[in-house]
């Protein structure tokens, strides 16, 4: 057993894959030197030069692009994008070239590749630099999508999304880079397989992410009231657990799914759809969704704090079906 | 009413010898740049017209928008009215047609190649070339100013040829036939097309002809030049083989590239001499940098250096003539 | 560089396999055969050939919705190109591409793409990927000038140069960015220009001219090979029909058509090469008569291969992903 911070995580599941493969590199803005944005990469450059821990100039396009080409032509890239909201400005390559190159060519081309997207509110970044995109990519067919939430997750899923023959989108949460967590095993995490965080009987909280810790609180603070909450981290969001859900959502007959996205449009409504669609029968109640406010994301502390989902956001959700 | 001309080639500049030297890129608007000032220039020396070439880039077009923009344009500035073909013929006909004019000089700017085909087109009309070509031997590096105000002073002069060196240049003759001419080298080549057009394989090369020549100049010539110094005012041109054979000199024959190359021959060429050979393969006879004159096996090449060739402006001697005349003096 | 008299003919073959391929593209789409879109390389046929004699099997190219001669110049096999045209199950993509979606790893080609400009970061993805493995491939990307206006051009020229990248840009300049001409869509008469301003070397040449396409590409491969960078190369030419079959492309003055159909890169190459005695009209027969029937060969190909099944539609969205995503 092992205690690392999430991003210590994020850097040993690329540096094992790094010293075993010369063609798994790494590159994005100020990942060098610097360390990236948020000192994930830090130091990474020194034990892999900076041939294979590249610094790229400040084009998005281009960043995802190269993945894109060197992915085709025999390397593993890892492409960081410094904020996830950056995908804007890189989402053809993405969109058009990654996600739809295997298929278009009849499957004649693999695209081994993984993109970091540092994600989320809560470092009074304010609009820009504090997004949870995630539904924009997980409503693309070709694009396999992870989210961890720990230490053991991060490493895990890095070295799966590494290994993986598709373009892997790797999200990370910038407010839990610096949290530090057991890491018991080294091992890859395969995708789709979600976990349950805590177990309970009357009610599944599915959630990923910052939010998984969110939600533990809110259960916790709903035993003393004597409710029982099920908590599932997914984890993956595609392929996503649908099996664990069921299993989940069939003992508790309740479902309340949390996420940080703003709720319209979000993938947590097609997370709730599908508990809708797939396990009507098993519901005692209609499926809540927790979310944003509905509003870009404010800059002050204060407002920033209100438009996040919160434990007792969750509690009140909660309540709601209960 | 005093008027100028002014020819820019909107081709000049973007050769391969970018890629296989290190040779100068000026871009299209930097030209229309040089242009204004060009203008700007001799307009305050009092010129009343300048008519301009039209071209694909429409350069002349820029300048006008530009200047009248500003509020600064108070000459004329016309458009020669003609359907362009986007080929060196453009050039040729600009030249004719500004002649027929009467412009007071003719203002070329591109490379030796724009020169070369400007001079087909005048027979009297002194000629001010500026280059924004490739490293060149005719055309001179100068900034605009000073080639509007030396324009000017040629167009607003009596006798401007007091102040113009009258050049030589090399009449090419294949059985007999005029083919073409050039400014400063004719160089033969065993390539048989003109693919890029440009020359830079010293390999290839297996005669020299040219009109003058310097060890200060890029480019074929400079072979020569390296060889044995021929000036403007030389009645003289040199000719040159080259082979595995016979003395090395080093050339700078393009910009950054100074090459070891065997001169197995040289001679000077008086003023009326032919230089001839026959052609033992399929050839090409690049004229001023650029692969031109095809010919077959069998062919009688004919080389000629004569000074029949333009009047060219020399901006320091006719910028200190207009001084002598009061040229600045306000009025 | 040098060119030898068989790599001049085997430009040939190459630009007649196009123009051909094309040509029977056209008239198979008004026919109602082609479903969708084609975009023709009519015209433009002197450039990627040319290009492509410079090239090895394992370098690459990228390419653009105008793919056809880009692909048939770097090897791909014309059965498989038009089964994948007819949308047929044994086509280059299984009938999932079609024309602006062809790919051929194996020859390195990496893929036509719809996008315009998406190909510019691709190349440099190929191009970063050979520097890291170690090997002297190249990547070659066309492009055409209206591409040149995306801001991925900019970012992938910056990116090769800093990095020398074994990249080489060739804009095939057609002169219009689907209907507007190039000196309404953009403030300078040659793409070669932009060069400069990423420390590249920028030319021009003529791109209905298959020797002087060759002649600097030649010079800006071996530049590549030896880890010296990039080049833009400009080639310029003109696309001889519509954007897209069915376009009647009003927008084009007729003088402008007519002067271009003047320099067909086609008539004008095969007349150079009976001229200098490279080959001869015999032979220039025979090579069109070859041609000509290798199109038919391909026709027959394609019209007798099956439509791909449904059940394979949910195939290679994923290596290992297939029946999840049936779901709808």
Known sequence: MKMMTYAEGIREGMSIRMREDPNVILFGEDVGKFGGCFGVSMGMIDEFGPERVRDTPISEGAIIGCAVGSAATGLRPIAELMFCDFLTVGMDQLVNQAAKMRYMFGGKISLPMVVRLPAGAGTGAAAQHSQSLEAWLTHVPGLKVVYPSCAEDALGLMLTAIDDDNPVMYFENKVLLGMKSEVNSFDPIPLGKGKICREGEDLTVITYGKQVYDALEAAGKLAEEGVSVEVIDLRSLYPLDKALIAESVSKTHRALVVTEEVKRGGYGGEISAMIGEELFDYLDAPVVRIGALDTPVPFAPVLEQYYMPSAQDIIVGAKKIL | ?331 | MAISKEQMKDMYVKMRRIRDFESTAAKLFAEGKIPGFVHLYLGEEAIAPAVCECLRDDDFITSTHRGHGHIIAKGGDLNLMMAELFGRETGYCKGKGGSMHIADRDKGILGANGIVGAGHCIACGAGLSAKIRGTDQVCVCFFGDGSTNQGTFHESLNMASIWKLPVIFVCENNHYGISMSQDRHQAIKDVADRGAAYNIPGIAVDGNDPLAVYEAAAEAVARARAGKGPTLLECKTYRQHGHFEGDPAIYKPKEEQAAWMEKDPMPRYAKFLVENGVMTQEEVDAVDAQVAQEIEDSIAFADAQPFPSVESAVVDVYSDIVEEVRDR
């Open chain 2, 1 to 331: 009413m005093t008027s100028i001309g002014i020819i820019a080639n909107p081709a000049s500049g973007k050769d391969i010898r970018r890629l296989v030297s290190y040779a100068t890129t000026i871009d299209n608007n930097e030209k229309v740049n040089i242009c204004k000032r060009i203008v700007l220039a001799a307009q305050g020396m009092g010129v009343d017209e300048a008519l301009f070439m039209p071209d694909t880039f429409m350069i002349g077009c820029a300048v006008q928008d530009s200047l009248e923009n500003d509020g600064v344009l108070s000459l004329a500035l016309g458009l020669l009215d003609f359907e362009i073909e986007a080929t060196m013929d453009d050039t040729v006909r600009a030249a004719r047609m500004m002649e027929r004019h009467g412009v007071g000089c003719l203002v070329v700017l591109g490379g030796d190649g724009t020169s070369r085909a400007a001079v087909k087109g005048i027979t009297d009309t002194p000629l001010l070339s500026v280059s924004t070509g490739t490293n060149n031997v005719y055309p001179a590096m100068m900034e605009g100013t000073v080639a509007g105000m030396a324009a000017a002073a040629a167009a607003l002069m009596d006798d401007p040829r007091e102040c113009c060196i009258h050049d030589k240049k090399i009449t090419v003759r294949v059985n007999g036939e005029v083919r073409d001419i050039a400014l400063i080298d004719a160089v033969v080549s065993d390539d048989f097309y003109a693919g890029a057009r440009a020359i830079w394989d010293p390999e290839r090369i297996k005669r020299i002809v040219v009109s003058r020549c310097h060890p200060a100049t890029i480019g074929f010539s400079a072979v020569a030049g390296a060889y044995e110094i021929v000036e403007d005012t030389d009645d003289y041109g040199l000719a040159v083989s080259l082979g595995s054979e016979g003395e090395g000199v080093l050339a700078p024959i393009a910009a950054g590239v100074l090459t070891p190359v065997r001169v197995s021959e040289a001679r000077r060429l008086a003023l009326g001499e032919e230089y001839r050979f026959t052609a033992e393969t399929r050839c090409m006879i690049a004229l001023d940098g650029e692969r031109e004159v095809r010919v077959q096996p069998g062919d009688e090449v004919s080389l000629t250096v004569n000074r029949d060739g333009p009047w060219r402006v020399v901006p320091r001697k006719i910028l200190a003539r207009a001084a002598e005349l009061g040229m600045y003096k306000i009025k």
